[in-house]
Structure formats: C-alpha cells, structure tokens
C-alpha cells in the first residue's frame, strides 16, 4: 500500500495519519506529535538538534506511565531535570545536602547564614534590598539560561560588564587610571607604532600600496592619532573639567610609551573581547538565585528534601536505593547532579572507572567578598555606575553594583579571586579577609572605601560544604570526560561539569536538557 492509498480514510467519519498528528501536534505540543509519530512508525531515529521536553502525551497516547526517579542534588541541574521530567509526570524526589536550595548559584541577603568547613558561621547584616551574588552573577545574551528565564516569569535587567569610568591599578601603575584613559592610551601607542612600521616600510612584504593606505587610515581612527600619525593623548582620555557651561579642561597629555607599556593591560584590554564576556550581559532581577527558587516552585517544593546528605549509591537490577541522613529512597532512576569530586567520595556500586572519571576533574578555588557601604559613594564621588576595576592585586576585581542605582545604600563585590590568591584568602578568618580586602581597596579609592563600610560577608567555594569549589576544571575533555556523558546503570550525570560551559548557570542547563532526552528515550523504549 503506498504512502497516498494509506493516507486515504476508509469511511468518511474516519482520521487521517496526516490530520491525526496535525491534531495532536496543535492539542498536545511537539512531544505528543512525535511519541504519536513513534507509535506509527514515523519518527525520524533521531529528533532535531532543538530541544524537545517531554510531554504527558509521550506516555498516555501508548497507555503507559512516567517512571520515578531521585535527583541528588538541588542546584540548577538537579532542578531543572526535575522541571523538565516533571512536564511528563515523572515522579521526582529531590535530595538536597545543604539547607537550601541553589548549590553555587547562592544569593546572600539579610539574615542568611553562611557556614565554613573551618567551622565558622557568617551571618549577613545587610539592609533591605541589598543582596551578594556569591556564586554566579551575570548571563550572556546568547545563553540558554536567559530562555529560562524567559520561560518561567524571571525578570532581568543589564548586567554592566564593562564601564569605561571604572579604574586599572596593576603593578608598575603610579595611581589608579580609569580604563577609558588606559585604553585610550594604549590603543593610541600601538597605533601609532604600527603606522610608523607601515609608512617605514615593515610590512611591504604583507602589504600591497592599497592595503597600505587602508591600514594607515584605521590606524587614524583606531588610536586616534591623526594624520600625523603620533599619538599626543585626545578627548577619549577624559577631562579633568567635564564640558557643560564652561569649556572642558582636558587631562593632559599622555604619559611615555614605556610607562603605559609597564601597565600589563593585556589582560585588561582583551577581557570584554571575551565571547562570553561581551556586552551586553543580564543578570536577574533581585538576585541570582531568582532562577533557581523559580524551578524550585515550579517542581514543588514538597519534592525537594534539603539537608539530606547522601551516605551510599546502589544500582539494583530494578532501580537505584540512595541511602542517606533519614532513612533511605528508591526509585527506577537517579539522576546525580553534584559535584564530582564529592560523588567520587560516596560508597556504591557505580565501579571504578566511573569513580575514577568523578574523581578525574579537580576543584578550583575561588572567593568573593560583598561589602555593604552606608552611601552609593561610587556613584556620587566616582561616577561609576556598575562595571568592573580590574588590578593585579591579590583581590583581582572590584565589582559596582548594576542594581539600585541612586539608592541609599549598595553592595560592592571587594575580591572576586582565583587559584592561589582564592586559597591565601580562604585560610584566613572572615574578619581577616575584610581587612585585607580593605586595604587593597583603599589603594584604589581612598580612605572612604573603609570608613562608609556597614558590613560584609565574604565566601570561600573551598570551603563550602558539600560543595568544595567553585567549579571544576578538567585536564581535557577526553575518555573520563566522555564516560560521564552516559548512565552508569540507572545512575545519570548532570552538572555544568559535563558541558563546555563549565562554571556557567548554562552549562547546568544543557547538561539537564541532555541528561531528560535520554533518560526519557529510554523509559519510553523500556515501558
């Protein structure tokens, strides 16, 4: 029977294949369209590259149920397999070590307490409406976290990653420059060579005349030094009297080539070239962890069990039993969506290469410190409006709030720091790292950075429990790496970990959406 005979009805009351799957594409969405598609025979192997969620429909239209499933771990991976998986009625249990709910996407407010493995406990003092990102805090445009967002009612609002006000202070630095001039000033000398290399002759070999008068003409404007072609500073360094009424008074003129060249601004200059850097960022609404109690409520939160650490994993012919702080859960599936230098420490069954892969990406250390000030002083004396200092320091960056501009009060991020200076940071006590976090920013700020402080709270990733680092890094995404990417047994792997896109709310979203398509793929096949 061909294609357009079978198409055919047999009697006039009677559905079409074609207007059948029409139906059920419009009534039930496209996991309805393509579960009825499988059950006809008509589904592609393999389902487009665009993520499909599952549907009640993919089990309903074959008469089956959904089948259960633990999720350890209510970080934005665990949740978001739990909402997704919850969308075809998949019974979910989410198990949680930590008091709340997040993991490393932790906003601090008011009232929060934050335990040490050192064993000291922090308790933020801040004022209505202030809060510290303490994990993530800003999502580029192109990532599927803003999707999320999206989908579930999250607002968001610019995250400014880069500010031309904010300042540059690295070693071999007389004072803090603010990055406008450093730019300026840079970008001016390297134009500057490079054309005087052109019109010397250098590049005859690269260039054709032609090419030569191109490049010389992007030099003039590149680095704004004319057709002269000597870079004697410009209005891009700033002023030291804005314009308005009265005529504006330039800063001056540049210092020497060698002394700019000693500023180290490579690393400056080149971060918001950064793919993931780039502006414009986002970042939620209200904090961080928006996204994460949104997920959160839309799985229930009488599926999420916090404080419950997990003691064994055992895959069983049948399902997986998690034994843990209480008692004990079963069900058909688990999905792991912890740290994998934690789920290498756990007993079970998973064996050894599994554990061995876990235990192959290390913890990175990273710290930050969120410093309430009694006035916006950034805003009123700087004029700096969110955006990033960046300086060699040991506290790396100092980050201007992008939020509640014009407010009374604010939160600035005093370190955000990595590697050894993260670890030097972690072993002091919190008061300790106040101080020295104060006195390193008072080099770039003056007196005031100290004296408007109300009060702090500071993170150390090392030394968070159940979580132990900021994020992972891998020696290469190569057999360990790859391993992951499957069930050991009917134990799944999720976390930004598992993605190229380490260290991103992102990469905790691709790894859900993987880890649902297959884990659904195969309860579809097995019911």
């Excluded at 314009?243 to 060698?258: E, F, I, K, R, T």
């Excluded at 972690?426 to 100290?450: N, W």
Aim: proline fraction near 6%; charged fraction near 25%; include cysteine.
């Amino acid at each position: 029977m061909t294609e357009d005979t079978d198409d055919k009805a047999t009697d006039g009351k009677a559905l079409t294949r074609r207007a059948l799957l029409v139906g059920l594409g419009a009534a039930g969405g496209a996991g309805a369209m393509y579960a009825a598609m499988g059950a006809l025979g008509l589904a592609p192997d393999r389902q487009a590259d665009d993520y499909t969620p599952p549907q009640r429909s993919d089990f309903t239209l074959r008469g089956r149920g959904a089948a259960s499933v633990v999720i350890l771990g209510a970080g934005v991976a665990g949740l978001a397999v739990a909402y997704e998986l919850g969308k075809a009625g998949y019974d979910c249990t989410i198990l949680e070590a930590r008091d709340r709910i997040g993991g490393r996407s932790l906003t601090i407010r008011g009232g929060d307490r934050l335990p040490e493995l050192s064993g000291e406990t922090q308790q933020a003092r801040f004022g209505e409406g202030i809060y510290f990102n303490a994990g993530p805090a800003r999502i580029a445009q192109w990532m599927l976290t803003l999707d999320y967002c999206r989908e579930l009612g999250v607002p968001i609002e610019p995250f400014v990653n880069d500010n031309a006000s904010a300042y540059v202070y690295n070693t071999g630095m007389k004072a803090p420059v603010r990055a406008r001039t450093a730019r300026a000033d840079i970008y001016g000398y390297v134009s500057e060579l490079l054309a005087k290399a052109t019109n010397a002759g250098a590049l005859d070999r690269r260039l054709t005349p032609g090419d030569k008068e191109l490049l010389l003409d992007f030099l003039s404007e590149f680095g704004d030094i004319g057709k002269s072609y000597t870079y004697d500073g410009s209005e891009r360094r700033g002023y030291r009297v804005e314009p308005g009424v009265s005529a504006p008074v330039p800063l001056g003129p540049p210092p020497p080539l060698q002394e700019v060249l000693r500023y180290g601004l490579g690393r400056t200059i080149a971060f918001p070239f950064g793919y993931e850097q780039a502006m414009p960022m986002f970042q939620p609404v209200g904090g961080m962890d928006s996204l994460a109690r949104r997920l959160a409520d839309a799985v229930g939160r009488d599926k999420i069990r916090t404080s419950v650490e997990v003691k064994k994993i055992t895959n069983l012919p049948d399902g997986v039993q998690i034994e843990h702080t209480g008692g004990s859960t079963k069900a058909q599936y688990c999905v792991a969506a912890m740290p994998p230098h934690i789920l290498a420490r756990i007993p079970g069954n998973l064996g050894t290469q599994v554990v061995s892969a876990l235990a192959t990406p290390k913890p990175v250390s990273g710290g930050k410190i969120g410093l309430e000030y009694r006035r916006r002083w950034w805003e009123t004396d700087d004029r700096i409006y969110g955006g990033i200092t960046e300086t060699d320091m040991d506290i790396s960056h100092i980050w201007y709030p992008s939020y509640g501009f014009h407010g009374s009060r604010g939160l600035v991020v005093g370190y955000y720091n990595l590697g050894d200076d993260a670890d030097a940071y972690a072993r002091l006590t919190h008061a300790e790292r106040e101080s020295r976090a104060l006195r390193q920013g008072v080099r770039i700020h003056g007196d005031k950075y100290r004296t408007e402080l109300l009060s702090s709270v500071s993170i150390a990733w090392r030394r968070q429990p159940h979580i132990e680092g900021a994020w992972v890094s891998w020696p290469s995404f190569e057999a360990p790496f790859r391993l992951l990417q499957q069930p050991a047994g009917r134990v799944y792997f999720a976390g930004d970990w598992l993605t190229h896109l380490i260290a991103w709310q992102a990469g905790a979203l691709e790894s859900a959406r993987k880890v649902v398509t297959q884990l659904h793929t195969r309860v579809v096949k097995e019911n």
